[in-house]
């Protein structure tokens, strides 16, 4: 006598369906956040590490010229306008140090971050500028060198806003702090010990108003 199977079950159905889909789109919900944040700050790393690199550049600039820094905006003898990473290219193994890897815009002349001038130079005007010596900046811990916090980037048609920017009071009166935050809603900067870090923008506008115009911007 043959023995009646039970039939198979065919596949999912519709409210099974409408169950797993459902999950998965909030495992994706939840996920894709964390996943964005990770890549975020892998970029923000990758950033830190190309502005102690820039660190260490300017500091072998300054070894060879006299101990003075270089300047934020140079001319040649012909008239040629110079810009400090130019002068750093000796210095640099790799032109990608000059790019932010979370910017999306990139500036022209090749280099997103900005040069502390105020500090670093006795004058910002080309052909009067040149850099100061180490000696005059003792504050090397607190004194910043580069940022990718660019208030104004040259882009074709010439100084443009700010990707990201965000206007930030000043906490002691002074002027507000206009600039990139394109890390997680900070900003990078590197001082003149070589250290490196991510910087709130209350922490940028600190920075910007705590010192006159002829002094180091400090923390």
Not at 13 to 29: F, K, M, N, W, Y
Not at 68 to 86: A, D, E, I, N, S
Request: net charge positive; proline share 9%; glycine share 8%.
């Amino acid at each position: 006598m043959s023995r009646k199977q039970k039939p198979g079950r065919a596949g999912f159905t519709l409210v099974e369906l409408l169950v797993v889909i459902a999950v998965v789109a909030l495992l994706a919900a939840l996920l894709f956040p964390a996943f964005a944040r990770a890549r975020e700050s892998s970029r923000r790393a990758a950033c830190q590490n190309n502005l102690r690199q820039l660190a260490l550049a300017i500091h072998q600039y300054a070894q060879d010229s006299d101990g003075r820094y270089p300047v934020g905006l140079g001319v040649t003898t012909t008239g040629t306008p110079v810009f400090w990473h130019q002068q750093l290219k000796p210095y640099l193994q790799d032109a990608d140090v000059l790019r932010c890897p979370s910017r999306t815009i990139p500036s022209v002349g090749a280099c997103d971050y900005d040069l502390n001038a105020a500090a670093l130079n006795y004058s910002v005007v080309p052909k009067v500028n040149s850099g100061k010596p180490d000696a005059a900046l003792p504050n090397s811990a607190t004194t910043w060198m580069n940022t990718d916090a660019v208030v104004t980037p040259m882009t074709a048609s010439g100084p443009g806003p700010a990707e990201g920017a965000q206007t930030v009071p000043s906490p002691c009166g002074g002027p507000a702090f206009t600039g990139s935050v394109l890390h997680s809603g900070g900003a990078n900067y590197s001082f003149l010990d070589g250290h490196a870090k991510w910087l709130t923008p209350q922490g940028i506008a600190r920075v910007t108003c705590e010192n006159g115009p002829t002094q180091p911007f400090s923390l």
